[in-house]
């Protein structure tokens, strides 16, 4: 990749609600000398964006960008070694922009969480990525980071202590509070429609190797659809239910496991789940919030009702206030065992609501890894993942930035886990500031 660059890191949609949020991270964390630029469609809401920034930002330069104008979007890949977009929903145009980092070896991330999106950034951009040595990593917020990384933080462990390949893993949602924004909603109602239009995009977004890069030589492990109802699970002890971003994570875990050879393992099974606990409340629970996940889902899914949320829902550049950013939090727990009977327990955390103060995080984060971290990334190009891309470079990032990364040995079940009366937020979201 060409060092001869302007900048070292864009953010494009830096007049969006999750852009300012990561423009306003890189502000307050990038280290001197790091050359930052932002761009966006309109160099006015540019110039507003910066100067809401303070000094740190003062001198960045602003670069106007649109998706539609492919010359613009050629121009910012060629000017920055990273650039990370924050312009969603990314279905409906964001691949001109990987098309143009791809083919100018520039470093891409972004927050998408659309399967389509990245199924056809992969089939579209993987070649020339790798041609060029371009990192094209998606899914850099709370979908996907902690799952990708707390995955990879089990096998490194699993391998170290030489107790053999992952197998049956869950990942466990204990507490999660946070809310949502304009675009995340219009990115989930995008997919949603054409899920419902096209029979064939449904199989592709269904298919729990939807991401893989060789969907053959993926192993036929049986029925590993995302669970959709209250279940208790009998191996930890607890009562389950869907978790909202399992349709996206476990697909990148999974491609991040292929990527790496099937290095977790061939008989890598892993799901995702919110947990509930075990107190005689906790099937209600699972099963009030069950029910809940599919009413919003049918609610965006269909016409009438999908307009009248839409006028109820944040729009574009809202979200979670100040105060709901601030007090968010999520814990995960990742629950596996080896093929040589060993159990291991990662865990995830961070304060700040997952979708924006922490994913301002991550994805602000991974800009700097990408530039800043050659020597220490793993050797690869191409469509990458977080955990693929940048694996432990990304890790100790977050874990300096006060996130919460471990993975321990156990020989019992934590106890909060299965007494998770100490997590009285757990699966609780508010959808609005
Ligand atoms: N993975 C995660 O955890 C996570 C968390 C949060 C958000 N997200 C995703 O992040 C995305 C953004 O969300 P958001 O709430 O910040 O959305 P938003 O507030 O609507 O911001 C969208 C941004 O895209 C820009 N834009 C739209 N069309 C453009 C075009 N043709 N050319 C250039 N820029 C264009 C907008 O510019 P203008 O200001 O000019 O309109 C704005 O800056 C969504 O896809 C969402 O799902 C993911």
């Not at 799901?271 to 809940?292: D, I, K, M």
Request: aromatic share 6%; with cysteine; glycine share 14%.
């Amino acid at each position: 990749m060409s060092e001869d660059r302007e900048l070292d890191v864009v953010v494009f949609g830096a007049t969006g609600f999750v852009g300012r949020l990561v423009a306003g991270y890189l502000a307050g964390h990038a280290p001197g000398g790091v050359r930052i630029g932002l761009a966006g469609r309109s160099g006015q809401r540019l110039a507003d964006v910066r100067t809401g920034l303070g000094a740190a930002a003062s001198a960045w330069p602003l670069l106007v960008a649109d998706l539609a104008d492919p010359a613009s979007l050629a121009a910012m890949a060629r000017a920055a070694r990273v650039v990370v977009s924050t312009v969603g929903p990314y279905r409906a145009q964001g691949l001109a922009l990987v098309q143009a980092c791809a083919g100018a070896g520039t470093h891409y991330a972004d927050l998408t969480g659309e399967v389509l999106f990245i199924r056809d950034s992969i089939d579209r951009c993987h070649d020339a990525a790798v041609a060029a040595g371009a990192r094209i990593v998606h899914c850099c917020g709370f979908d996907s980071v902690p799952s990708d990384l707390g995955v990879l933080g089990l096998h490194q462990a699993a391998r170290a202590d030489d107790a053999g390949d992952l197998q049956d893993t869950t990942l466990v949602v204990t507490a999660l509070r946070g809310g949502v924004s304009g675009g995340t909603l219009a990115s989930m109602m995008g997919e949603q429609a054409e899920v419902r239009a096209s029979e064939q995009r449904r199989q592709v977004v269904a298919d729990p190797y939807a991401l893989s890069p060789d969907r053959a030589a993926e192993p036929d492990l049986g029925h590993e659809r995302d669970p959709g109802w209250a279940r208790y699970d009998g191996g930890l002890r607890v009562w389950t239910g869907p978790f909202a971003m399992a349709g996206i994570n476990t697909r990148v875990v999974r491609r991040s496991n292929a990527l790496q050879g099937w290095a977790y393992g061939r008989r890598f099974r892993y799901r995702e789940v919110t947990g509930f606990g075990a107190s005689p409340a906790a099937p209600l629970l699972a099963t009030a919030v069950s029910a809940a996940l599919k009413a919003a889902g049918a609610g965006l899914a269909f016409g009438p009702s999908r307009a009248m949320l839409a006028r109820l829902l944040p729009g574009s550049g809202q979200g979670p206030g100040e105060r709901t950013r601030r007090t968010g939090y999520f814990r995960i727990q990742i629950h596996t065992r080896t093929s040589a009977g060993a159990r291991y327990l990662g865990k995830v955390e961070a304060q700040g609501d997952p979708g924006y103060a922490a994913t301002s995080v991550m994805l602000g984060q991974t800009a700097l890894c990408l530039a800043l971290d050659t020597d220490q990334l793993p050797d690869r190009a191409g469509v990458l993942t977080p955990a693929t891309a940048m694996g432990a470079a990304l890790a100790a990032r977050l874990r300096s930035a006060g996130h919460t990364l471990t993975t321990r040995q156990i020989t019992e079940l934590p106890g909060k886990l299965s007494h998770p009366a100490g997590h009285p937020g757990a699966g609780r979201v508010a959808l609005v500031p």
